[in-house]
């Protein structure tokens, strides 16, 4: 967002909001309350980029539009393709902040992979967005433009309709609740996409669960757990310390409790640092208490630790355990890693290019 630019984002304020502030505008020119609903079209189906684009409005209309609103447009900085599929575009913001999202193609979804902040203040060992430290919140309407950016490109590309959208990206989003509830909104009830296909993943920030659970829309959660111990997991995790594994376990619970609710465990596996056997039944016991859903995902290697993903046997050791216990498990095939698009992988390569003087 520029500092200079105080046009009010029309991408940042929920449907409701931007029919609000809309019929204000046009009453107060004298327009018909329809102009409404045609900007409204232009914003959340035809996704343009500008006014002038509006092209069923006066073009005094679109000027005075221009004048009054703007819509964030990031400017796409990188757009690499996996080998796989997977597309990672690097965004420019206004004031030069780069930020990344990930379409990700599989046989009946396309999901995309939101940063909900430029950076991550949460500092967690084994990602390389922590590494990089934090530069900024995001507003609402840079989140929502990653969205339409990215369906804009799925578009003219053949990738069709974005079905699936996950806040995995950079930056913890529940640590930027101001901008992420309006973006849950906008995404839900503006492009309509379903609030069971909207998944945020945190790594522990409990009001922000109970926030999320007191929401009357079915948003998914997925943990970031790593870790069945607490000890264990404060090694990885700093934020463990403020919201001890306990806490967190009685807002997942809250979560679950008001129906329906999907909770994912994410379970990064590193070799020697938290696949130990003894960990696995434990792990068990941990998603069975709350009926998670739990993602084993191998380890996916950053520049800044060397550590290694676990060995695919130990793998598939804790797969087996956790299957045998009845909780349901997939493995995650971590895509797009060519592009280092990764998990955990977002900005690292841009932050080592940095460095190496770029
Ligand atoms: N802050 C949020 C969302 C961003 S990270 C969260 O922590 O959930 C998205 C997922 O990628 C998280 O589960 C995170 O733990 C995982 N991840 C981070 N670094 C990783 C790495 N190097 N290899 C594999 N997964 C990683």
Sequence with gaps: MSETDSRPDLLGMTP??????????MA???????????VRRWIYEHLAASF??????PVEERTALDEAFRITEPEPDTVSRSSDGTVKHLWKMDDGELIESVLIPTSDRLTLCLSSQAGCPMACTFCATGWG??????????????????????????????????FMGMGEPLANRKAVHPALTVLNSGFELGARRITVSTVGVVPGIRELAARPEQFGLA?????????????????????PLPELMDAVKAFRREGGRR?????????????????????????????AFVNLIPF???????????????????????DTAGVSVAVREPRGRDIDAACGQLRANALVELKAGR
């Design 16 to 25: 409701g909001e931007l029919d609000t502030r809309l019929s204000q505008h």
């Design 223 to 243: 943990l970031s757990l790593h870790s069945p111990e607490e000890a264990l997991r404060a090694e990885l995790i700093p934020l463990e310390k403020r919201h």
């Design 263 to 291: 909770v994912t465990f994410e379970y990064t596996m590193i070799r020697h640092i938290n696949d130990a056997e003894r960990l696995a039944p434990k792990l068990a016991q941990l998603a069975r208490d709350v009926q």
């Design 28 to 38: 107060g020119r004298g327009e018909p309350d329809y102009r409404v609903s045609q």
């Design 300 to 322: 996916n290697p950053i520049p800044y630790q060397d550590w290694q993903p676990s060995r695919p046997e130990r793998v598939e050791h804790f797969r087996r355990v956790l």
């Design 52 to 57: 002038h684009e509006m092209t069923n409005l």
């Design 133 to 166: 430290g934090f530069a900024r919140q995001l507003t609402a309407g840079e989140i929502v433009a990653q969205y339409r950016s990215s369906l804009r490109w799925a578009r003219d590309h053949d990738y069709g309709s974005i079905t699936n959208v996950v």
